[in-house]
């Protein structure tokens, strides 16, 4: 099983998504910004690499989220996601062509990973963490 991370985070009262671009996996489906957790490390010292990585920003890990097991074809993640605070940087995509701030409730309208899917169920059922 891949650990995999995904940051929840906000701005006032609408959370970042992220389109991952053509020519990657998955490519088209939005997601929850993170990625895999890799040897030694932790989830929440991924979850501040990946966006430093992947979006050029600071991030303070706040609290635990939720968690997902998902079975996707060709591998089984567990999928971890905390919120987070944005520290610094400005928002600059590397693996993602587009990149939103969306309401909760209008989540359903984009073409969610099967992954991140329950988290946009939690976030509907009042998840947000303060």
Aim: a neutral charge.
């Amino acid at each position: 099983m891949i650990q995999v991370t995904a940051a929840i985070l906000w701005d006032r009262d609408r959370v970042l998504i992220a389109r991952r671009k053509p020519g990657i996996k998955y490519a088209g489906f939005w997601e929850f910004p993170g990625g895999k957790v890799e040897a030694g490390e932790s989830p929440e010292g991924c979850l501040v690499r990946e966006l430093q990585e992947e979006f050029s920003i600071t991030v303070g890990i706040e609290a635990f989220f939720a968690e997902n097991i998902h079975a996707y074809p060709d591998r089984t993640i567990q999928l971890m996601a905390f919120t987070v605070r944005w520290l610094d940087g400005a928002l600059t995509p590397v693996d993602h062509d587009l990149f939103k701030w969306v309401v909760p409730a209008r989540l359903y309208r984009y073409d969610m990973l099967p992954a991140d899917r329950p988290l946009v169920e939690k976030l509907n059922q009042g998840g947000r963490w303060r």
